[in-house]
């Protein structure tokens, strides 16, 4: 059984992913920003109150807006792209197996191509969101009085260090961002899948809603958040940090000055906002694409 339809508006699945990420990266980042920065504050080696504590929680939102939509589109393009050749590939293999679940993985092979697409999204996406999570994070911890000041700073530098050294500051804390957003994203997106082929498997609808799509988002982002936020920590301290900063040698410095507490800083404002983002980064996805797709 499946769900009305009438003509999709756009036919290509890349196309639609593109602008689907779009939309939905735009909207969870405008919606969520104040807790962002909340967040952010908590976790800054400066402390809260000399962060800003709870004014000016809009600041970096310019650097935001910039990068949201073109993240989460990359993001989604290649998730679903991927997604695709590994089922058709899985299929292929299975027919030739004796049918479904037969592959070399059996019944695991879903999940894993689910983590493996989802992996290759985020580090495509990180292309974008570490430039514009260095310029945020700044702002917002007020190191500077806007995303534009911050930006300006960066690229001052170049008759200083030169274009690589510019480029390294722009992208501070890669590694630990993609270390931070690989696991989150492995643990988030097969519990989404999970919880989406379950509904449809007990609704006998072949397309899941935008509310239903956002609820299973919330529980899946909540879940990931909590376990990947010592991660987000070691990110946030590197990319705030006023000089360049092995990742372990951070790790080191945090540990002695601050204790293995200090890397759950920040973990109720994290839950409940990824929670919180989980639903609508997911609903609006799903909403964007049945719309797309020409599903009532």
Request: contains cysteine; proline residues 4%.
């Amino acid at each position: 059984m499946s769900k009305s339809t009438s003509w999709a508006l756009i036919e290509s699945p890349y196309i639609r992913s593109l602008v689907a990420g779009g939309v939905a990266g735009t909207t969870v980042d405008l919606s969520l920003f104040p807790i962002d920065t909340l967040k952010t504050r908590l976790q800054s080696s400066s402390g809260f109150a000399r962060s800003g504590g709870f004014s000016g929680i809009y600041k970096g939102v310019g650097s935001a807006l910039v990068g949201s939509a073109p993240g989460a589109a990359l993001f989604f393009v290649t998730y679903d792209s991927s997604k695709r050749l590994l089922r058709e590939t899985r299929q292929a293999n299975e027919q030739l197996a004796g049918g479904p679940g037969r592959g070399i993985l059996g019944a695991w092979s879903e999940t894993l191509e689910h983590m493996l697409a989802a992996s290759l999204g985020e580090v495509a996406a990180c292309s974008v969101r570490v430039p514009t999570e260095v310029v945020k994070q700044r702002a917002q911890a007020s190191q500077y009085p806007s995303s534009l000041a911050a930006l300006k700073y960066i690229l001052g530098q170049r008759a200083v260090v030169g274009f690589g050294g510019v480029w390294r500051e722009i992208y501070r804390g890669w590694s630990v961002t993609v270390i931070r957003e690989v696991p989150f994203t492995m643990i988030q997106f097969p519990l989404w899948e999970a919880m989406k082929e379950y509904r449809r498997r007990t609704t006998g609808y072949s397309v899941v809603s935008a509310a239903e799509s956002g609820f299973f988002g919330s529980i899946a982002g909540a879940v990931a958040a909590g376990i990947t936020t010592p991660l987000d920590v070691l990110k946030t301290r590197m990319m705030l940090a006023r000089e360049r900063q092995q990742m372990l040698s951070l790790l080191s410095q945090i540990l002695r000055d601050s204790g293995p507490r200090a890397f759950f800083a920040g973990i109720g404002p994290r839950v409940f906002w990824i929670s919180a983002g989980g639903a609508i980064f997911l609903g609006s996805y799903q909403w964007a694409c049945n719309v797309l797709e020409g599903v009532r």
